[in-house]
């Protein structure tokens, strides 16, 4: 990789008890992980005040000598600030890598791109997992609950930091989508263009019924502990799993895992008659639960679960959402996928219709893709060539010098 990373040094792992082992080590204030620590506390939605924030992050590429090229890359549910660079947790290559990189759409040879863990993430940025400096206990449930708003917050005390006053552009996909369309809103002044893909202004109904599912699961769990496991030494893995293998399904669509597996046997020729994985699409859930405990912590998953079904972008506007973006001069583009029915087109229509309400520069592209939600994070060519033009053009009217030619 030719961009520069400021990489922590967390030896790579697969998957396993050192898996677990480099997340806690994340966690840890005094590992290697790349990391600013706030001066001033964080005022919560909540009403509370957050003292002693740490936010976990990486950057790659190299700001111009006028700032100006930054792009903050924001991510999913339980995404990470290794957008672009080996996950040292997971030993996988970074969970943007189809669009981050040095050549890329968003490119590190030309853009200077940030990615930090978020608030209540169990990365290393603060997060119920943290250590509580009033008690020196991790928080648990003491962690007050955080908005995405929150953690939008907290990124802009980042940049801050990092002396970035505008961003040529800031993206993501799902939850990332809505810290775009928070970032808009918060801070237009500070956003030049926005990318929200696969998202929406406010969660559904249904969609705070999944999360409330996985919630019961985790809580359900008799290692849960009303949330104080981590001081009990065990941990709510059947509870986390159960969870991230209903929110799986809602992630793919029904043709993909038609696609993948349809009705086939998992190393079998017959049905047990039991209660086996007999099914590939069975096992393939298992695998996806078993994998996600060993990355994510179970208390994290509550609060960045809630953060999601809390976000209403309209209702924090007295119920327009137009007002959200009433005088913005930021340049949108709003992207959704056919077969995604987690966040579908209408979701995404209705806030390319609040932005045409507001008179803003908008554009909006539904991808034809039978991968469902998760499109974004696999390679959609269409996707690939819409953000390379949509970033360029911002580029060049943000007074950037155009890419060099292949
Ligand atoms: C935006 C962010 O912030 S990133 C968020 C965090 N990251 C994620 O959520 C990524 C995890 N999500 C996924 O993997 C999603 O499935 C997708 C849709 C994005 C990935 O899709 P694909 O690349 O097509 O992978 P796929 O869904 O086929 O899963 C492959 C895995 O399933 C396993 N698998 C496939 N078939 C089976 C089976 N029959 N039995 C057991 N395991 C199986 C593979 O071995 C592979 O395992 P590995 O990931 O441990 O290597
Ligand atoms: N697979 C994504 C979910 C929503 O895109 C994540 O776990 O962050």
């Not at 970074?94 to 930090?116: M, N, S």
């Not at 078993?290 to 209702?315: G, I, K």
């Not at 913005?328 to 966040?343: E, H, I, M």
Request: charged share 20%; glycine share 8%.
């Amino acid at each position: 990789m030719t961009s520069s990373v400021q990489q922590d040094n967390t030896p790579p792992n697969a998957a396993g008890p050192s898996a677990a082992q480099a997340r806690r080590e994340a966690d840890d204030p005094h590992s290697p992980v790349v990391r600013f620590g706030a001066r001033n506390p964080l005022k919560l939605d909540a009403g509370v005040e957050l003292a002693h924030l740490q936010i976990a992050y990486q950057t790659y590429g190299e700001p111009n000598a006028a700032r100006s090229n930054a792009i903050l890359v924001c991510h999913a549910l339980t995404g990470d600030q290794h957008a672009a660079s080996l996950n040292p947790v997971t030993g996988k290559p970074g969970w943007w890598e189809t669009l981050v990189g040095p050549g890329k759409p968003i490119d590190t040879e030309r853009f200077y791109v940030i990615c930090a863990n978020v608030l209540g993430g169990c990365m290393g940025t603060t997060g119920p997992s943290s250590t509580n400096p009033a008690t020196g206990q991790p928080y648990g449930l003491d962690m007050p609950v955080v908005t995405i708003r929150d953690m939008v917050n907290a990124q802009a005390m980042l940049l801050d930091h990092l002396g970035i006053d505008k961003l040529l552009c800031v993206a993501g996909g799902s939850m990332g989508g809505m810290q775009v369309l928070q970032w808009a809103a918060s801070y237009p002044e500070r956003v030049f263009s926005a990318l929200p893909i696969a998202t929406g202004a406010r969660h559904s109904a249904q969609n705070i019924a999944f999360h409330e599912v996985g919630r019961q699961a985790v809580m359900a769990d008799p290692d849960w502990r009303g949330g104080r496991y981590l001081a009990d030494g065990v941990t709510p893995h059947r509870g986390l799993a159960v969870a991230r293998m209903a929110a799986h399904i809602t992630y793919m669509s029904d043709q993909s895992l038609h696609n993948k597996f349809g009705r086939r046997l998992q190393n079998r020729e017959m049905p047990t008659f039991g209660f086996d994985a007999d099914f590939q699409v069975e096992s393939y859930l298992r695998h996806q639960g078993e994998s996600f405990v060993q990355r994510f912590d179970p208390n994290s998953y509550l609060y960045v679960t809630r953060a999601m079904d809390y976000f209403d972008l309209a209702a924090d506007h007295d119920g327009v959402l137009a007002n959200a973006f009433r005088g913005s001069k930021t340049r949108f583009c709003v992207v959704s996928f056919t077969s995604d029915w987690l966040f579908p087109t209408e979701d995404s229509r209705a806030i390319v219709h609040a932005l045409n309400a507001s008179g803003a520069n908008v554009s909006f592209t539904e991808i034809d893709s039978d991968k469902g939600h998760d499109a974004f994070l696999l390679h959609e060519p269409e996707l690939t060539a819409i953000t390379r033009g949509f970033l360029d053009s911002a580029a060049r009217a943000f007074g950037l010098p155009a890419a060099r030619q292949a």
